[in-house]
């Protein structure tokens, strides 16, 4: 028992370590690190280019942890504070969420770019070798977990010193809550914040050099680490160091200490200590979800919402849409669309058209971006696994003879829907938990859920068929077999389109405006009668549901279930990609789809197989550009064309008053 | 306190109301009562508490102590969504209204939660599974753009119309917020500051609509407003607050005259 509590002691400090960067960067910047994973890893990278005698530069280790923890991880951290972080402050959740996810895939990219994209398991931290140092009560501690426990606890004694008991920290709580005070008490704003993520940057660093011997080097290797220190950060409720450090630390020696108690197989074995991280997340949002202050406060970055700089950019662009002249637009844009859908399967192969009949089916799991996030506001990062959820059940029931008759004998019509509702049922369950609290609260929830997912139901050989996956078919639908790449083109086509015409009927609806009410303003929303919550929830089973569908359609195509292709760092690049072409517009979410799959196929017919990441550091970069571009490509195109219509129709564009307005009401003095 | 401090059969109560944002007393012990057909002010200075106060009889802010009535219904612990539900609807003195929402859109909603608030029904969007499908949902039919569009022209919107709030000045917005208070068809209106923006002409105007409102329709409203003359003007009975205290309380003739209202309003000298 007590070599296991150490042993999740060493863990748990390591997941403490990290849980406390998160704090101290959300507590100076209100900007929530979900790209901590991707600087680890990147400064994981450096610290063994480093240190490797063979493949790198050959350093001592802990020279090399030095330079890593101490220079490199704050240089990075004001290097992206100067060119990025900096900007977040101020604007809406989604955006910050959405730039942060686009920093971690961009992150990612560029290390694997740089470093090369094969994993490292057999990988040193700046101990080296492990060995025992001394004993406790007959239990071994090694160098390892005793310099992990020491540097913990110095991190967390350092880091409350300095937020509760310095000028530097009092100024640090304060800057958040008044740039203009922390300006009058003669400190740069600025200068703090970028400060902290130096700090912050540099902690990350740490714990991820320390990580390094338990999951080596690869870009899914840390998700562990960042799912528990979110976890942490959650019980933290983001801005409490104390809290956040015991959370995470109390989660690893659990997770640990379970091994004794939990037997090596069957589903409690495989499964309840991956959830642990959700589990702990959900129970601290459950409990804060009851509390006044948190509700408040969650409210209150809910309001500070309406008057932002996605505000602004949406006011621009519906000025435009709104203007009496250049409507025919539309139909240059509907012609266009009919001879590119006819002309592709004519004009293209086999390969091109199969290709961009899989672009369909992730377009239809793109599209429960715009029901979840477009319309009901939500941040989630799990729309992937409702994906992989729906596939999962459907080739289970498809390859099952003990609920629905003989195997292979159920339509995979009928188990694509079956995969629909268990996602969305799935869905109704996350939602529930998840949406009592504010945007961060939902982004962070599902991120874990995600991850759960991945390590307790994708690894399970009933579903994965050991690796290789469940056999799946293609759909018959009135004697249409869609057995070919061309034959399928339509039948996706058909089922975008389909859902294409939902979303449509549900924005124009009584329910859509509501949507848009809740988006805007939650009081108004509520002060008009509207139950936000239940609405929030039912959207959110219905985007699972849709991602269900679109997962089973992907499966179908390629005749196998193989839920390893929606696991959750896949996911993130899709949100990312999501939300950099705007989750409220069908035609970006269409061209989000299409790009993911057609980029990598286009570049890997034209640039070496080491450059196979630099379609997902593309990615990453425009779902960065959303610091200056918050409503996302699409809009913003769709706006220039429209603006070019008016002119050429004899019109002209005003700016909306609330541009105007924020021209003039900044206070002088304040930049 | 004047006379008429409490009514006698009132649509609205609110008794003893408490809220303390950490060291600040917003609101101490303050009663206030409306009644169906009436007009009932509530003034103040800046900070008095006034916004605050309808914060808690609206539910979207939660006293720490006192009772909120409807009628008999005690709704003090009720969310703002069941009170809307009980026919209550309110305005903000910061406009909170929808980007992307025209002026006729954000009428027709309002509209729609009112009638499914007479029918009885909280309005939740349980009907969204049908709003998915393309011949059920339902978009905005004729009737209901004609029905906005007259009170939108009431209100002097007419010509803004299909323009979002981004596109309105200040003054309209605060009367589109009016708007969606009068379509939602409420039996109880609560105004925070509509006036604010407004010319005089413009403030003219939804005086009178306001007190048409009151007679005509046997609404309960309650009104809080910087502008003395227009509260003067059009309310029955005024409550007046200062620093979250409830000062005095009476027709407006005796809070015009009232010393205490005086020296809320313009401080009192040192030889005082």
Known sequence: MLSFAIAGLAVGALYAMSAMALVITYNASRVFNFAQGGMAFFLAYCFYYMGNPDTGLGLNLWLSAAIVVLILGPLLGLFLWWLLL???????????????????????????LIFGHDPVYLVYGPVGEPSVIFSVFDVNVSNEQFIIIVTAAIVALGGYYVLNRTMAGLVTRGSVDSELMTVLTGTNPKFV???????????AGLAGLMVLPKVGLSPGGFANLIAASMAGAVIGKFT????AFFGALILG????????????????GTAL????????????????????????????????????AYEVSLSKYLNIMRNPKGHWDRYVGYAVLVVVLVGIPILFNEYWTGLLAVGFCYTVIFLSFRLVTGEAGIISLSQISFAGLGVIAAAYVVNNDTWFGAANEVPILVAMLIGGVVAGLVGTVVGLLCLNLGPLYAAIVTFAFALLVDQAVYTRDEFSNFGSGLPFGRPVLFGMTFDTPKTFYWFGAAVMFAVMFMLWALRRST???????????????ATLGFDIYIARVGVFALGAAVAGVGGTMVASFQLVAFPNGFIMTIGLVWFALAVAQGTSSMGGLAAGGMTLLLAPAIFSEFLPERLADLPVLLFGL??????????????????????????MSGGTVHSPSYEEESETSVPAGVK | MSTATMNANPALRAENVSIRFGGVQALDAVSISAKAGEITALIGPNGAGKSTMLGCISGTLAQNQGTIMIGDTDVSKSSAQKRAAMNMARTFQSPQLVTELTVREHVVLAARAGKQVRAGKLATTGRFVLDLIPFISRGISKAEIASADELINELGLGRDKDKGPSDLTLGQRRLLEVALCLATGAEIMLFDEPSAGLDRAETEHLGRLIQQLASERNITVVLVEHDLELVFAISTRVFVLDFGKLIDSGTPAEMRASKAVQTAYLGTTEDE
Do not use: C
């Open chain 1, 86 to 112: 900096g900007k977040l402050g101020n604007l809406a959740p989604l955006t910050k969420v959405g730039v942060m996810i686009g920093l971690q895939v961009a992150l990612v990219a560029i290390t694997t």
């Open chain 1, 193 to 203: 914040v970028a400060s902290t993520w130096a700090i912050g940057t540099g902690i």
């Open chain 1, 253 to 268: 020696i659990t997770q640990e200490v379970l091994v004794l108690y939990l037997p090596s197989d069957g589903l409690l």
């Open chain 1, 622 to 647: 425009v779902a960065i550009n959303m610091v200056v571009d918050p409503i996302g490509i699409n809009p913003n195109l769709r706006a220039q064309f429209r603006h070019l219509a008016i002119k």
């Open chain 1, 273 to 308: 200590r991956p959830s642990l991280p959700f589990l702990f997340m959900v129970g601290a949002v459950l409990i804060y979800s009851q509390q006044k202050d948190v509700k408040a406060d969650s409210q209150k970055v809910e309001v500070a919402a309406v008057n932002n």
């Open chain 1, 511 to 525: 329910t859509g405006l509501v949507f848009a009410t809740i988006r805007a303003s939650r009081v108004r929303a």
């Open chain 1, 240 to 243: 409490h160091l104390w809290r």
